[in-house]
């Protein structure tokens, strides 16, 4: 069961946005990943401490807990930043619910697309679980409803993601077969890449791991 840490940081100007913790574990039935979002105390709106003096302490500022089945599928999502919550899964497309702060008030959401997206690295491990690209083939076009934090609004967006090579390297525990992906914005144009090594995210834009003290688990 691969357990670490990755940060978070802001993919134009860099800036700290915390630390995501997380542990994540294959099964017969599929995938789990559970997360907490953590920033530091202090903090200003952008997420960077606001001097630089001794490292502050954090607190937790959101989660992720998300189930694929064995196909890559979200069979269940729950999401909380800024007071909200969403939960969500694939239904004739994908469904959810967003919740506001009070509890009060519940809104419903479906749309036709295959998968959720967000900042969290576990979006970017189940969309490639899902695709199974090879690599050399043709770009494979995805559309995915994106949770944007801290707010959680739903926003629908197409990319395609292209596999561009899986190279092995030489690890204390054995070969690890790396995946570079290349994910372009179809709205934008903007391409980056990713690489993932079984279920964990090595790189990615605003993602770095940062401590890991299991190897990565191996879809089979």
Known sequence: MPRGRYSRHDTHDHTPLGEEHFHCATGTSGWRYVSQIT??????????????????????????????????????????????????????????VRTDPTGEHATEGHVQAHAFTGASPAFLVATARLLRLTPGAPATRVRLVAFTEPVLAPRTLDQSWALLKSEAHATDSGPLTVDEYQVTELDTGEQHAVHIAGDVVLAAPGIELEDLESPPSVFT
């Open 39 to 96: 920033a530091p105390i202090g903090t200003g709106s952008g997420g960077a401490p606001r001097d630089n003096g001794a490292p502050r302490e954090s607190t937790v500022t959101g989660s992720v807990d998300l189930t694929t089945d064995e196909l890559g599928r979200p069979v269940r999502l729950e999401l909380h930043a800024g007071g909200w919550q969403v939960r969500g899964a694939a239904l004739e497309g994908v469904t959810w």
